[in-house]
């Protein structure tokens, strides 16, 4: 149980409180609520270029690196397409810098040409590193438009084209700040062993005056739904030809959601994991695979992938795939496995709320989702899962006619 008080400031800052008697540290979070999906289509990667740019300096604290290390702490970020998240890590004596430091660059991030012009060369950098150079790098530039039609999630978290962030002015950057860096859109949580009215009081000193702002937000397309076998082959320089077989499935917030979880657990997780004992090491279909779902806030995707064992066709690995799915959907999963599951399930989740870094993120997501008390509800969720909810949701979800097959082949030279 994740006990938290929740308060919101007159500016529209959300704050929630975790009192953690078990650690001398203090985590200190803030969640925007803004990612990939909120760019415009000819200014994409803004939101993880603006990610680095957080970290170029305030009007009053030009090295956050220096100024947490000195308060002997870390800081960092991540970018996803739903959120950027922002956290410090402090002892607790030193919370209040870290609270001044993020209230600072909130409300006076130093935006500069030479600030843009190192950071930006920074990102291209990664993307040529990570989707260039590095194999199968440039994945989600290929599932992305073979899958989204309507919604902003084609887009990968480091952008479309890389010429988005090669051209972005600094006009650009700013007005991306005014718009979704402001209080109105913001939501800081603290977990340290400190009683929550001692937070809110130096919140209030920090933040309070920091105007709400008015974020801006596109109208973000409803996804239409898939009634058409979609296929797409691309060829790279890559060790081994890889397949991916891919469906939408439901939106983080549905009850079909935690469906599509277990499944992917039941196919995907670890040695005992469907398609590792039947196709990589029964039948030998695949060298590795793996099955995931993206658990995105809007619809999102589950992926099942594989690289192809020598003299292995396409064919072969796309019908293999779906004798595997085709058996999940045949009967319902046995009440003893489901039972593993679930508690493997309840077991990972009460670890990822041991250390009060993982609780503060997570209270930020959860409230975000619309309800920070949702931490403390997951975990029943999967529990009342049944045998009969599965099989049921197999069906509907693994559809022959509604799939979208990617062909990574290897280049021959």
């Given at each position: ?213 008015k974020p801006v937000f596109k109208d973000i397309p409803k996804e239409r739904e898939q009634h058409e076998i979609r296929r797409a082959t691309v060829e ?119 250390t009060a870094f993982h609780k503060a993120v997570n209270l930020g997501y959860y409230e975000l989702l619309g309800n920070a008390n949702w931490i403390n ?36 030279e």
């Amino acid at each position: 149980m994740v006990n938290f008080e929740r308060f919101v400031l007159s500016n529209g800052l959300r704050l929630l409180v975790h009192p953690d008697p078990t650690t001398p540290m203090a985590t200190v979070c803030v969640t925007y609520n803004t990612g990939t999906k909120n760019e415009d289509a000819d200014k994409t990667g803004f939101a993880h270029l603006f990610e680095h740019l957080m970290f170029s300096g305030s009007k009053n604290a030009p090295n956050f690196d220096d100024i947490i290390q000195n308060a002997g702490g870390e800081n960092n970020a991540f970018t996803n397409q739903d959120m950027t998240v922002y956290y410090d890590i402090v002892p607790l004596d030193n919370l209040e810098t870290a609270l001044w430091i993020e209230a600072d660059r909130m409300h006076q991030l130093k935006l500069t040409q030479k600030s843009l012009n190192r950071e930006r060369k920074v990102v291209v950098e990664e993307f040529k590193e990570t989707c260039v150079d590095e194999p199968y790098g440039d994945i989600w530039h290929h599932i992305g438009p073979l899958l989204y039609k309507d919604h902003t999630y084609s887009v990968p978290t480091i952008g479309k084209d890389i010429s988005h962030v090669e051209n972005a002015e600094l006009s650009d950057i700013e007005s991306f700040y005014r718009n979704f860096y402001c209080p109105s859109n913001a939501i800081l949580t603290v977990s340290a062993n400190v009683a929550p009215a001692e937070v809110l009081k130096l919140v209030e000193k920090y933040f309070g005056d920091i105007p709400a702002g008015k974020p801006v937000f596109k109208d973000i397309p409803k996804e239409r739904e898939q009634h058409e076998i979609r296929r797409a082959t691309v060829e790279s320089k890559v060790p081994t030809p890889a397949i991916f077989m891919i469906f939408h499935c439901a939106a983080r917030k549905t009850e079909d959601y935690y469906f599509d979880e277990v499944l992917s657990d039941i196919l995907g997780e670890g040695d005992s994991a469907l398609i590792y004992k039947r196709l990589v090491k029964d039948k030998e279909i695949f060298s590795e695979a793996d099955v995931y779902i993206t658990g995105t806030i809007d619809p999102g995707l589950f992926i099942l992938e594989g690289k192809l064992n020598e003299n292995i066709s396409f064919e072969t690995a796309e019908a293999a795939l779906w004798d595997l799915l085709d058996d999940i959907k045949s009967k319902p999963l046995d009440e003893k496995e489901l039972t593993r599951l679930q508690n493997r399930i309840e077991h990972n989740l009460e670890f990822a709320e041991v250390t009060a870094f993982h609780k503060a993120v997570n209270l930020g997501y959860y409230e975000l989702l619309g309800n920070a008390n949702w931490i403390n509800e997951e975990g029943q969720r999967y529990r009342e899962i049944t045998v009969e909810d599965l099989y049921k949701r197999a069906k509907d979800l693994f559809s022959k006619e509604r799939v979208s097959l990617l062909y990574y082949k290897a280049k021959t030279e």
